[in-house]
């Protein structure tokens, strides 16, 4: 049994979103403030606090729904009508079984008599109770017309007492057939753990890896599991007992000894009892707090468990817990039908190589210590690390994404992207799909890109683009006077080259990420009697070997006319293309970024006239085949940076400054990130003769 979707509504950012979940791990991602915590703190308050919501768990866009309740109630409206004004949270979650399978205490939820059927829908409703409209709103204003503020301060404590939490098995097939269930039948069937993102490994606190091992050992002491770990808690009571023998008979004999002391005061007289000592152990007292980890040191010198780095720890912390969580899960009756473990941003302090172990072995790690053939755990790890996403797969991956205004608190809403929908509806064929999938997949690993965590994302040809670029940006922000703030944004940059950065469309569009793509022109011709296009000058053009050009012109578009293309025709929805273009009107057109910069900066080189077209792009073209390309970036991105940014890059880098990372006008901004993907191997266009 598996459980295989979760929605959600109107909680948090939750304002109406369905998860579906894999087999076996499911890996969420997506930018700061997308909902991923929001997701975990549901499942945390509806399994771990019994569905003891707050007023502040309510979506902001509820509060509307608040305040019309309100104002039909001083109207003294119909209480169905203020009832269906009040906002709920609501979930669903569908548990999928196997024909073959003993359902357990999943049969209460299983209420359809279709054979074919093999899941069961638990519906879950926090809404206010029955006959509580009255009461809800005795203590808000008499008035509608009031700051809503006075509404809601007056809602708020009482939403807590009178609403409750509903649960309902639901027939999957017909939305009539409902069966109200207790909320012990939801324990039942689901147990959740938590691994969470603050693990306080480097507080000044007690040994946390110590403290697992006192809660193992006292699971063992309780419950009757493992023949070792029972015997070893065995064990330890038959030594307890032993000492307390020892210490009562060695108090008793000093108490002895004091009995002429006590004659003196006449006691014990003829009625008063005569004393005796009883010494208990307890074991889980004498182990709470004084059990260490510590390192094997040197000449028998152990190391304390803070003397090791905190990647160490953390990565030990969660394997005691997975195993903690699996020792737990040995002794329950019955045993539940579904197991899922939250890991939160299981990163924290690991260096990317043991992220990409980590999350590679999951299963192993659950094959490992479930050796009793237990429910099959499900993991649902949340990550901000691009070692951890791409290493997943797209398959797993679940893709968090905010829309709404951020200037409007209450528009703000998550929407869960299932990265295996990536190419449904696409005119490809299934093997073109999955070679392209596997393409990106592989890309995006080896390079570790930050695609699905930042707020915008440019694409690029190359080392001399990619070293070049943060310097470009920061006069971009610095030319505008304060109306940009592009370097204050979170960028990733990719170097794709011109061969394959069509390929990155579909999945760029449906992250809904706005993204700069900047390529060249690559001018070709066909000389007469060669049976191969070659590299030429613009003028001299009369198609591209570009890819990426061929594919958003669709093959029907030659380098003369792309030079005067307006915008409108270099953007579709959030992805703008910029190549080569003049700087001013009868300049020369550049084929490749270095003379395009030659152009742009004909002070900076020798021998480059300022007028002339065909002679200055001769001159570009010569003195941009003799540079070698890392040289070039280099000493205009840290020598010497008093150059202009040529136009087509320019107005790239404007047209994503203006349309999505305009300056807050209030609100303080964050300092620069740019994400550069730097790699050994880059993609590149493929060779032109």
């Given at each position: 049994m598996k459980l295989k979707a979760i929605s959600v509504n109107n909680f948090r950012l939750l304002k109406d979103v369905k998860l579906s979940l894999e087999?076996?791990?499911?890996?969420?991602v997506g930018?700061?403030?997308?909902?991923?915590?929001?997701?975990?703190?549901?499942?945390?308050?509806?399994?771990?606090s019994k569905g003891h919501f707050r007023f502040e768990d309510f979506s902001l866009s509820c509060l509307d729904g608040f305040i019309e309740a309100h104002r039909l109630f001083v109207q003294n409206c119909e209480l169905g009508d203020i009832r269906a004004a009040l906002p709920e949270i609501s979930a669903t979650l569908t548990i999928s079984y196997e024909d073959n399978e003993n359902l357990g205490p999943l049969g209460d939820f299983v209420i359809d008599l279709d054979i074919d059927c093999n899941e069961a829908q638990v519906n879950v409703l926090f809404s206010l109770k029955a006959g509580k409209i009255d009461e809800l709103f005795s203590e808000s204003p008499t008035e509608a017309d009031v700051e809503h503020k006075i509404i809601i301060a007056s809602l708020k404590?009482?939403?807590?007492?009178?609403?409750?939490l509903t649960i309902e098995a639901q027939d999957p097939l017909d939305d009539n057939n409902k069966k109200v269930i207790s909320f012990s039948n939801l324990e039942s069937i689901i147990r959740l753990d938590?691994?969470?993102?603050q693990r306080?490994?480097?507080?000044?606190?007690?040994?946390?890896?110590?403290?697992?091992?006192?809660?193992?050992?006292?699971?063992?002491?309780?419950?009757?599991?493992?023949?070792?770990?029972r015997s070893l808690a065995d064990l330890l009571n038959q030594a307890t007992k032993?000492?307390?023998?020892?210490?009562?008979?060695?108090?008793?004999?000093n108490l002895g000894s004091l009995a002429p002391i006590f004659d003196k005061f006449n006691y014990p007289g003829l009625v008063d009892p005569h004393l005796q000592t009883e010494t208990k152990l307890d074991v889980n007292k004498l182990l709470s707090n004084h059990t260490t980890v510590s390192y094997k040191g040197y000449n028998g010198i152990n190391l304390p468990e803070n003397f090791n780095g905190l990647g160490s720890r953390n990565l030990l912390f969660m394997l005691l817990k997975l195993y903690e969580f699996y020792q737990a899960l040995s002794v329950m009756y019955p045993q539940p039908c579904v197991h899922l473990i939250v890991i939160e941003e299981p990163e924290a302090h690991l260096h990317p190589q043991m992220q990409s172990v980590f999350i590679r072995q999951l299963l192993e790690i659950r094959n490992a210590f479930n050796t009793e053939n237990l429910c099959e755990s499900q993991y649902l790890v949340t990550t901000h690390s691009s070692h951890l996403a791409n290493e997943g797969g797209f398959s797993s991956i679940r893709y968090f994404l905010t829309k709404g205004q951020s200037q409007d608190a209450c528009s703000r809403h998550t929407e869960v992207k299932n990265l295996k929908e990536l190419y449904q509806g696409a005119d490809l064929s299934e093997s073109d799909k999955k070679k392209n999938k596997d393409f990106l997949h592989k890309y995006l690993t080896q390079i570790k890109s930050d695609l699905f965590f930042a707020d915008q994302a440019i694409l690029i040809e190359g080392t001399t683009e990619r070293l070049m670029l943060p310097e470009m940006i920061r006069k971009i922000d610095v030319n505008s006077r304060g109306i940009y703030a592009l370097g204050r944004s979170y960028v990733t940059t990719m170097e794709v080259g011109g061969a394959y950065a069509q390929i990155f469309f579909p999945l760029l569009e449906f992250l809904e990420l706005p993204t700069l793509v900047i390529t060249d022109i690559d001018a070709t011709n066909k000389p007469t009697g060669s049976t191969r296009r070659k590299k030429c000058r613009v003028s001299e053009s009369d198609g591209t070997s570009n890819s990426c050009i061929k594919a958003w012109f669709d093959n029907k578009v030659t380098p003369s006319q792309l030079i005067v293309l307006d915008e409108q025709h270099k953007i579709n929805n959030k992805i703008r293309i910029a190549y080569q273009i003049p700087n001013f009107a009868g300049d020369a057109s550049a084929r490749s970024f270095e003379d395009a910069f030659i152009l742009s900066n004909s002070t900076l080189f020798s021998g480059m006239p300022n007028v002339g077209e065909e002679c200055r792009e001769l001159k570009a073209w010569e003195i941009a085949q003799e540079q070698d390309k890392t040289d070039f970036a280099i000493k205009y991105s840290v020598e010497n940076?008093?150059?202009?940014?040529?136009?087509?890059?320019?107005?790239?880098?404007?047209?994503?400054?203006?349309?999505?990372?305009?300056?807050?006008q209030s609100i303080e901004t964050q300092p620069i990130e740019i994400a550069s993907e730097l790699t050994e191997t880059s993609v590149t266009e493929a060779e032109v003769e």
């Open positions: 087999p076996d791990s499911t890996i969420v930018r700061n403030n997308s909902g991923k915590t929001s997701l975990t703190e549901f499942l945390r308050v509806l399994i771990g404590e009482k939403v807590s007492s009178l609403y409750d938590f691994i969470d993102a306080v490994l480097d507080s000044g606190e007690k040994p946390i890896l110590g403290k697992i091992l006192e809660e193992l050992f006292q699971s063992a002491n309780r419950h009757q599991i493992g023949s070792e770990r032993n000492v307390e023998a020892d210490i009562n008979q060695q108090f008793n004999g940076t008093n150059w202009d940014i040529p136009l087509y890059i320019r107005e790239g880098l404007e047209w994503l400054a203006s349309e999505f990372c305009a300056a807050p």
